[in-house]
């Protein structure tokens, strides 16, 4: 917890104990009677630790084509020498030039495999890696890919990567602040980088020729995000980003997840999501009482205090969503307290 969520979590406590004390001295140890009207209806999505015996189902525009299992991965052609790799939840790219190939991420889920897909169309050697970030979910397979690439990546991952001092992440040999260009014959790759969101080094990677924007761990097209927008290192940061991605002019979308490629629609739908969280979670922080309904006997508790208030704010987020998205976006159920969770706490701190 920040210094100032500790601050405001004691002026919180402060100014909700007198009363709570009042009701303690008159002598009763069970909640007003008010109480039970300050805490919503259970929503019908099981929460954060409450087993989920059986899921929502996946529609089916949320799939991508199948993975051969022979392979472990799903080649796809993004058009003049740029190829999405995709076990069908990590996604990767390379791109083809006259006289080699560069890789962008290497997924350790199959890494091992990415040289394989890249023999399906040129027998030229992996000379480039472009990291998108640090995260070893999407980089920790860059040895499998072999060689001495030249990698490249921003400077934040630079100073993160050897923090980690990872051997299966080897230190990117090129790095930048906020723009870079990699010519590798007629081929372009255009490197950005837009401040801290999902995290910090983490680029934009676009194909002009091609009309294609890789961007990782911010829009999951077809699918709810993972959890806490993502595991977000700023949530405000990552409202920024894909308001971005939603204005930029790009023809396809590779979001480093999930099966398939994106579409402005799919950023579209998922912008309005991230909208409807922020007010549903602003809403039930209005109208939320912090500490109404706390047993007195926990009023001198400012941590159950807030336990409790942040479970009944989570809990009106929920039901908020749930009539307009339960269906609209796959595994809605599994990661909407952790979306609410997440929003109502940035909306309190950042
Ligand atoms: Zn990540």
Redesign the pocket.
């Known amino acids: 917890m920040s210094a100032r969520a500790f601050t405001l979590a004691l002026l919180l406590a402060a100014w909700t104990v007198p009363g709570t004390t009042r009701a303690q001295a008159g002598g009763s140890a069970s909640p007003p009677a008010a109480a039970e009207a300050a805490y919503p209806p259970a929503p019908s999505i099981p929460a954060i630790g409450v087993p989920n015996t059986r899921y929502l189902d996946v529609p089916a525009s949320a799939l991508g084509p199948a993975v051969d299992p022979a392979k472990g991965y799903r080649l796809q052609d993004l058009g003049r020498g740029l190829y999405m790799v995709t076990d069908n939840v990590y996604q990767s790219m390379f791109l083809v030039y006259d006289r080699g190939v560069v890789v962008i991420d290497a997924p350790p889920s199959y890494a091992s495999r990415i040289p394989q897909a890249i023999a399906e169309v040129t027998s030229r050697p992996i000379t480039h890696v472009v990291y998108s ?1 640090s ?1 070893t ?2 980089i920790g397979g860059t040895r499998a890919l072999g060689g001495h690439p030249v990698i490249i990546a921003q400077q934040e991952t630079l100073r993160l990567l050897e923090r980690a001092a990872d051997s299966s992440r080897p230190l990117p040999t090129v790095t930048f602040a906020d723009r870079y260009t990699l010519r590798v014959g007629t081929q372009v790759l255009e490197l950005s980088y837009h401040g801290d969101a ?2 910090p080094g983490n680029i934009f990677i676009y194909a002009p020729a091609q009309q294609v924007l890789m961007a ?2 911010l829009v999951f097209p077809g699918w709810m995000m993972w959890r806490r927008f993502a595991v977000a290192h700023d949530i405000p940061g990552v409202f920024a980003q894909v308001e971005r991605i939603r204005k930029m002019p790009w023809r396809t979308f590779v979001g480093g997840h999930v099966a398939r490629t994106g579409t402005h629609a799919d950023v579209d739908v998922q912008a309005e999501f991230m909208g409807d969280v922020r007010r549903a979670a602003a809403a039930a922080l209005a109208a939320t009482k912090p500490g109404e309904g706390l047993d007195p006997r926990d009023a001198a508790n400012p941590w159950a205090l807030f336990d409790d208030y942040i479970d009944r704010v989570a809990a009106k987020c929920v039901n908020a969503l749930v009539p307009a998205w339960s269906t609209r976006l796959a595994a809605f159920d599994v990661y909407v307290w952790d979306q609410c969770y997440a929003m109502e706490q940035s909306l309190r701190i950042d």
């Open positions: 970030h995260h979910d999407h999902h995290e990782v761990d």
